[in-house]
């Protein structure tokens, strides 16, 4: 594709119309979060329909993370090569397809290689879709964009148990995967007519050594993450995965530096911007990962609550995003990058913490509250991360850094539920024979609201004027 043609797409990208592009998107990511959750309250009507023990359903669950970490990393290649929409239409459409697939599955085989191949298109569905605002979008308008690619990753882990819940209780659980057919079949019309298919001049070969090195080692540091605490396999094999999964990815970051196109462009982390949304950011997203599974660990084993009532008073952190996603453009605007993340960090570990002091017979009017208050410093924090991220990223490397992004979202929050999970074991382990109470879960919170803090080394490193053209922020020296 000429300049001319690329820019011809980026125009109708910015066209009236086109201010749908970043909703479609959306909707299409929230399908893939939304999924990735759900699947969990559903798993012991599945066990009991597919005469399965309960345990050995994981693998669907495990299938699924497993697809996700080896296929990610190729998104950026797929998406130059083919364009933008046409791979995102592709992942749409697999979605879909794998979805029928896993609903009608008789057996266990079947929904795991199922789940597996939704994997696959759940690995392009938010690098390549994040991609096509990337290259479409001027930066000036990027914050507003990227709010609305943010609300579907915060609210997907939180709808997850309300909506699955109510799908198990009122009706099969086939549904939960049964209504992604229409939602996939109305996301590839809107895609089609709306979203351009930007895509690099010149294609560079793939690297397949360096995506089987990197695929495989992502694959084993989130399996063996995602399992750490929670005794699905022999902990033994939990530390070999994640230590396999550093060794491999120590052997790409050397295979990268010596090849002009790898994979995975490690050079970005000399973007300090970049550096910071990632690596600092890395901490700050352990919440994301964490707060769903304990607020589950906690309503539901802890409080005896349902899924389904569980679900009511989790959906407040979603509303609390919701909320936000207007909000977080005009304080941008107002204090900057720097001094939103650095305030809002604090912010945002003290609501985590604060989840450690509700009780059985706290009112659900507080709980509900607080998870409001939660969810909407949470949105502001990953709006304001994803978007820095691209703030000093030229053109020609969006791609990459899309991809590269996604992956380190992707590991973080992994991370985050496995230490969460190794907190409530260790918890156990001080009190042999006792069950899960809300003294065991809250040391869990206070920790993973701890570790958040260390984002603050990255984000004081900022200057005050950093990416002002994305956020409209003027530093009070620029206005006297």
């Given at each position: 594709?000429?300049?001319?043609?690329?820019?011809?797409?980026?125009?109708?990208?910015?066209?009236?119309?086109?201010?749908?592009?970043?909703?479609?998107?959306?909707?299409?990511?929230?399908?893939?979060?939304?999924?990735?959750?759900?699947?969990?309250?559903?798993?012991?009507?599945?066990?009991?329909?597919?005469?399965?023990?309960?345990?050995?359903?994981?693998?669907?669950?495990?299938?699924?993370?497993?697809?996700?970490?080896?296929?990610?990393?190729?998104?950026?290649?797929?998406?130059?090569?083919?364009?933008?929409?046409?791979?995102?239409?592709?992942?749409?459409?697999?979605?879909?397809?794998?979805?029928?697939?896993?609903?009608?599955?008789?057996?266990?085989?079947?929904?795991?290689?199922?789940?597996?191949?939704?994997?696959?298109?759940?690995?392009?569905?938010?690098?390549?879709?994040?991609?096509?605002?990337?290259?479409?979008?001027?930066?000036?308008?990027?914050?507003?964009?990227?709010?609305?690619?943010?609300?579907?990753?915060?609210?997907?882990?939180?709808?997850?148990?309300?909506?699955?819940?109510?799908?198990?209780?009122?009706?099969?659980?086939?549904?939960?995967?049964?209504?992604?057919?229409?939602?996939?079949?109305?996301?590839?019309?809107?895609?089609?007519?709306?979203?351009?298919?930007?895509?690099?001049?010149?294609?560079?070969?793939?690297?397949?050594?360096?995506?089987?090195?990197?695929?495989?080692?992502?694959?084993?540091?989130?399996?063996?993450?995602?399992?750490?605490?929670?005794?699905?396999?022999?902990?033994?094999?939990?530390?070999?995965?994640?230590?396999?999964?550093?060794?491999?990815?120590?052997?790409?970051?050397?295979?990268?530096?010596?090849?002009?196109?790898p994979i995975m462009d490690l050079s970005l982390f000399d973007i300090q911007t970049f550096?910071?949304?990632?690596?600092?950011?890395?901490?700050?997203?352990?919440?994301?990962?964490?707060?769903?599974?304990?607020?589950?660990?906690?309503?539901?084993?802890?409080?005896?609550?349902?899924?389904?009532?569980?679900?009511?008073?989790?959906?407040?952190?979603?509303?609390?995003?919701?909320?936000?996603?207007?909000?977080?453009?005009?304080?941008?605007?107002?204090?900057?990058?720097?001094?939103?993340?650095?305030?809002?960090?604090?912010?945002?570990?003290?609501?985590?913490?604060?989840?450690?002091?509700?009780?059985?017979?706290?009112?659900?009017?507080?709980?509900?509250?607080?998870?409001?208050?939660?969810?909407?410093?949470?949105?502001?924090?990953?709006?304001?991360?994803?978007?820095?991220?691209?703030?000093?990223?030229?053109?020609?490397?969006?791609?990459?850094?899309?991809?590269?992004?996604?992956?380190?979202?992707?590991?973080?929050?992994?991370?985050?539920?496995?230490?969460?999970?190794?907190?409530?074991?260790?918890?156990?382990?001080?009190?042999?024979?006792?069950?899960?109470?809300?003294?065991?879960?809250?040391?869990?919170?206070?920790?993973?609201?701890?570790?958040?803090?260390?984002?603050?080394?990255?984000?004081?490193?900022?200057?005050?004027?950093?990416?002002?053209?994305?956020?409209?922020?003027?530093?009070?020296?620029?206005?006297?």
């Amino acid at each position: 594709m000429s300049d001319t043609e690329l820019t011809q797409e980026a125009s109708r990208a910015r066209a009236p119309s086109s201010r749908l592009v970043p909703v479609i998107i959306g909707s299409a990511l929230f399908m893939q979060t939304l999924d990735s959750t759900i699947i969990a309250n559903a798993l012991p009507a599945m066990a009991q329909a597919l005469h399965e023990n309960p345990l050995h359903l994981n693998l669907a669950l495990s299938a699924y993370f497993l697809s996700t970490g080896v296929f990610m990393p190729i998104s950026a290649w797929l998406a130059d090569r083919f364009g933008s929409r046409r791979v995102f239409m592709a992942a749409i459409a697999l979605f879909a397809i794998t979805s029928a697939i896993c609903g009608l599955s008789e057996n266990l085989l079947q929904l795991v290689l199922a789940r597996a191949a939704q994997g696959m298109a759940g690995a392009m569905m938010i690098p390549v879709g994040r991609l096509v605002l990337l290259k479409t979008v001027p930066k000036s308008e990027l914050v507003n964009a990227l709010t609305i690619l943010t609300v579907p990753a915060l609210i997907g882990p939180i709808a997850g148990p309300l909506i699955g819940g109510s799908i198990v209780t009122f009706g099969s659980w086939r549904w939960i995967f049964f209504i992604n057919i229409p939602i996939g079949l109305l996301g590839l019309v809107l895609v089609n007519a709306f979203v351009p298919n930007v895509r690099e001049e010149t294609s560079r070969d793939v690297d397949a050594v360096g995506f089987i090195i990197a695929g495989t080692g992502l694959a084993a540091l989130v399996y063996g993450f995602d399992n750490l605490g929670r005794d699905m396999i022999p902990p033994s094999l939990v530390a070999t995965l994640i230590l396999g999964g550093v060794l491999l990815l120590w052997i790409y970051a050397r295979h990268a530096r010596r090849i002009a196109h790898p994979i995975m462009d490690l050079s970005l982390f000399d973007i300090q911007t970049f550096r910071v949304s990632v690596v600092g950011g890395l901490f700050s997203r352990f919440i994301l990962g964490a707060s769903p599974f304990l607020l589950a660990i906690m309503l539901q084993v802890t409080f005896g609550l349902s899924a389904f009532a569980a679900g009511l008073l989790t959906f407040a952190s979603g509303a609390g995003a919701l909320f936000m996603k207007g909000i977080a453009p005009p304080l941008l605007r107002r204090y900057g990058f720097r001094r939103i993340l650095i305030v809002n960090t604090v912010v945002t570990a003290l609501a985590t913490a604060s989840y450690a002091l509700i009780k059985a017979d706290t009112p659900h009017l507080l709980v509900l509250l607080v998870l409001f208050v939660g969810g909407l410093f949470r949105s502001l924090q990953f709006t304001a991360l994803n978007a820095i991220a691209f703030a000093d990223v030229s053109q020609g490397k969006m791609s990459n850094a899309s991809s590269v992004s996604s992956v380190g979202q992707q590991l973080s929050q992994a991370v985050g539920v496995g230490l969460a999970a190794i907190t409530l074991h260790i918890t156990a382990l001080t009190h042999p024979g006792t069950p899960i109470s809300q003294i065991s879960v809250a040391p869990a919170y206070i920790a993973i609201a701890f570790l958040s803090l260390c984002s603050l080394f990255y984000f004081f490193s900022l200057p005050h004027d950093v990416a002002q053209e994305m956020s409209g922020y003027k530093h009070e020296s620029e206005t006297e």
